[in-house]
């Protein structure tokens, strides 16, 4: 039996897309499977997302605010339930292989001062009630960030979280259920919460 649910998910991602033309480049080559998710939660026009040849990604890209930018280099694949969520910049290079259910982070959300995290649930509840995305108006000029980079040939094992500000060296391995909140040197293992080197790799 036909799957018109597919069909109509395709037909949506299309549209959007196309509603989305200068957030969004994407090379012909690139597939995207069918979890794929693009969500933006404000109204930024300029590009957000760079997808470069022959990759394959079933993540979702979340924007939560008018900053934030997601590369994606060649040959690399990223599988589902994973999140790349930016308001600065998330930079993934060539032939990186990314498990599911991996959160890539490069904000820390809230401030550390509890005055603006009150604020924050004020203006969250504002913007319910106006019916707009319950962060629409979130001051985000409160919350510390930094651009995370993964360098080509990366490896990150499923669960992983990666947080801002951190740099993965080329060839790193992150092992799974890891929490990374330091730079990963190139050719290392790395494992647990936080996450360290358990081995090298020769290369």
């Known amino acids: ?8 998910k395709k037909y949506a991602l299309k549209k959007m897309l196309k509603s989305n033309k200068r957030k969004v480049y994407i090379h012909p080559s690139v597939i995207l499977m069918d979890s794929t998710y693009f969500d933006f939660r404000t109204e930024n026009t300029d590009k957000r997302i760079f997808i470069d040849e022959e990759s394959m990604v079933g993540c979702s890209f979340i924007f939560e605010s008018n900053n934030g930018f997601v590369k994606i280099g060649k040959r690399t694949f990223i599988n589902g339930g994973t999140n790349l969520i930016s308001i600065n910049e998330i930079d993934v290079g060539d032939d990186v292989t990314i498990g599911w259910n991996v959160y890539i982070y490069d904000h820390d959300s809230h401030s550390l001062d509890y005055r603006f995290r009150k604020d924050d649930i004020e203006r ?23 651009p995370i980079k993964i360098c080509n040939k990366a ?4 669960n992983v979280l990666i947080l801002k500000g951190v740099t993965i060296g080329e060839g790193a391995i992150i092992g799974a259920g890891s929490v990374v909140t330091k730079n990963v040197p190139a050719w290392t293992i790395v494992a647990g919460n936080p996450a360290k080197i358990v081995k090298k790799i020769e290369h």
């Open 1 to 8: 039996m036909f799957d018109l649910s597919k069909l109509y």
């Open 155 to 158: 490896w990150i094992g499923f």
């Open 124 to 146: 969250q509840r504002k913007d319910f009630y106006a019916n707009r995305n319950f962060i629409f108006s979130k001051d985000w000029s409160t919350v510390k960030s930094a």
